[in-house]
């Protein structure tokens, strides 16, 4: 009686950690962001003009990212959370984001280390070295390597909208889920007007990732986070034929928007509304025949890519910097580099994130049997 009671505790336990099924247009849409990222930063290090760069805006990729994070926690946790408690619903959080945490902190060490155009970095004791590498690994922000522009995590850039991304983990295993979507719009309405003060008072939406605009990151999260879960909780998602060839078209359109002088007006308009409307087209509309594969790969390597492509870049700028390469040179790099890092992406999916997730999954499974 004993035994079948806590074998029936495991099945139940091991049923509520089961993931639900992904919308596979979102899931290709989030792998188009990703890799409008990786164009980005190729091209704020060639132009840092932002009117001759033509992925001036693909920086709203991360703001995409907090919305579908919001959606898509809202959708998969909202009706199992309570049972599972908070503590379940942090690990499954860190199972699924920091192996490559960890990935991204390595590479980030060893560009920094042996970077082939800047040289042996100086002025790094044993002791702060190890400080740098501890705060990366732990999501701890600490900003003080000048040589990567006092980025909140030095040794990797983008870890900046993942200490948010457990913020908000944090906030909604705790807090959010249990609040009527009434509650969550009204705190929406708050936090857009907070991003709204930071667009204007900054004249865009890039901050976030330094000592000195690590606030604005606050209000990037924020209202895109509510704003995801509030596709999900007034179930606003709208059935359509776009298909994921119609909605990608859409992201683009926000993403490679061109660059003016009302920066901020136009970046709140897509991030208030175009974002949100874009999730609710996403999660309603078929990915279309035979393009389930793409968007399913695309979904795959988005995360993985968005987290290891940052040490090329400090690679790529310290290269531009040194030999001042020619328009056709560096398109050449660029193209070549993206598909690079997409390539290496999968790999470390593959041989890596997929079997340490994996690994701790099962180990977390035996673990809530015993």
Known sequence: MQTGAIAETG?????????????????????????????????????TDFSKNFAAHGFLAVDFFFCLSGFVIAYAYDNRIEKMGFREFFISRVIRLHPLVVLGTVLGLLAFLFD??????????????????????LMVPFPVMSERAFNLFGLNAPGWSLFWEYVASIVYGAILWRLNKRILLVLAVISAVWLSYIGYTAGNLLGGWSKDNWWHGGARLSYSFLAGMLVYRYKLIITNKLGFAGTTLLLLCALLMPWTNMAWLTELIIVIAWFPFLIALGAGTPAGSGIQSICSFAGKISYPLYMTHYAVMWAFGGYYAKYQPGTGQVTLIIIGGVILLIGLAYLAMAAYDTPVRRYLTARRKLNSQR
């Open 116 to 137: 082939p155009f800047t040289g042996f970095p100086t002025g790094y004791s044993a002791g702060k070295l190890a400080l740098v590498i501890l705060t990366s690994l």
């Open 11 to 47: 099945h139940q336990q091991q049923q509520l950690l089961q993931t639900k099924q992904h919308f596979e247009v979102l899931d290709g849409l989030r792998g188009i962001a990703a890799i409008v990222v990786v164009f980005f930063h190729f091209m704020e290090i060639v132009y």
